[in-house]
């Protein structure tokens, strides 16, 4: 009996300490996570960040420093309590510190478009052009690099020297095709002539080979001769890979070997057509025919920044004439992938970098913000 007394006794003061509690005014939590010492304003900011809070919508105060979500939350806070009467009252919606507020009211002093455009004239990041990647150091020692175009039946080469100054073109030094001749060599034949060719290659600090097409699982993989030819071209790569990573200083754990990533010279000189390759004589002709290439050069403005042109000796654009035209085509790509290697990276030219990269925007005038 005095158990069931004491049972109704407590209920009944839960009860009443549950409607004396829902009774209370529902008081409105501050954010405390933080100090709310916000940074001096005067009454004059202090009047225009107000009036920007309280009578700006969500689509405008996103013109200023401030995420949709926050927006969102600031906005259903006004329409339960009515506008802000001063700036501390930020603090009681959820999601706004000292940090966050003091950074949106600054962004509220300035104009919609200056504070959009200081968002986004953040950089554009690049991926990165080579594999492995080349730090700072290394990059500022190469005075020269090879870029090695290799096919199934032949090798290219392109050797170009860099300019001491920026005022000066690189210059061509070596430009030479070797064919293998055959499709089908046993892998000791293939790795005999692997090594001659690489004996051919000159010297340099660096040297650039395109990276290979990774191979990929197909229902239909092709004939046997296609298969025999995209394994003989594995084989070529990898052997003359490693002949070339042979030169290197042993006691140096930096490689001088990168490949550059496919299709990114036929995107930087516009040789691209969907995922086809187009002719790139015409642009190798018309670098040719620039006034550092020709006999008797004519006068020009030494401030003219020609580091990253290039300059073809006579005895080297004679033999380029004389050639095959598809022998002409594979010594254009074992060049275009050099330049491209020598502007992209070693230069790094911000035309030519924001030429392949599809991260880069041009950045909204004034009047397209509006």
Not at 116 to 131: E, G, L, N
């Amino acid at each position: 009996m005095l158990s069931l007394n004491v049972k109704s006794a407590l209920r009944a003061l839960t009860s009443t300490c549950v409607r004396q509690l829902s009774n209370q005014p529902t008081e409105i939590v501050k954010n405390t996570e933080e100090p709310v010492e916000l940074p001096p304003f005067t009454e004059e900011q202090r009047t225009k960040i107000l009036d920007a809070i309280n009578k700006h919508s969500v689509e405008q105060l996103l013109s200023y420093d401030i995420t949709k979500s926050r927006a969102n939350k600031l906005q259903n806070w006004k329409a339960r309590n009515g506008p802000m009467s001063q700036l501390n009252d930020i603090f009681y919606v959820e999601g706004f510190g000292l940090k966050v507020a003091t950074k949106f009211f600054q962004s509220l002093l300035l104009e919609p478009h200056a504070s959009r455009a200081s968002k986004s004239a953040k950089p554009s990041r690049t991926a990165p052009f080579i594999t492995p990647t080349m730090d700072e150091h290394q990059r500022q020692q190469i005075t020269s690099s090879v870029g090695v175009r290799i096919g199934v039946t032949s090798v290219s080469w392109a050797r170009l020297e860099l300019p001491e100054s920026k005022y000066s073109p690189c210059v061509l030094s070596h430009w030479q095709h070797h064919e293998i001749n055959d499709k089908k060599l046993h892998l000791s034949e293939l790795a005999r002539r692997c090594i001659y060719v690489t004996h051919q290659i000159p010297e340099a600090d660096c040297y650039i080979l395109e990276n290979p097409q990774m191979a990929q699982a197909s229902s239909n993989p092709g004939s046997i001769d296609q298969q025999n030819v995209n394994i003989q071209k594995a084989q070529v790569t990898a052997m003359m890979s490693y002949a070339l990573m042979a030169r290197a200083n042993p006691n140096d754990a930096k490689s001088n070997l990168f490949y550059l990533r496919r299709f990114l010279t036929a995107r930087l000189f516009n040789h691209l057509v969907g995922t086809e390759r187009v002719s790139s004589e015409d642009t190798i002709l018309n670098m040719m025919r620039t006034h550092y290439n020709m006999e008797e050069q004519p006068e020009h403005d030494e401030k003219l920044y020609l580091c990253s042109q290039v300059q073809f000796p006579a005895n080297l654009r004679a033999m380029y004439s004389k050639v095959e035209r598809y022998q002409r085509e594979l010594l254009s790509q074992a060049f275009l992938l050099n330049l491209a290697f020598v502007r992209l990276v070693l230069l790094q030219d911000a035309s030519s970098i924001s030429t392949v990269s599809r991260s880069s925007k041009k950045l909204p005038t004034d009047q397209e913000l509006d």
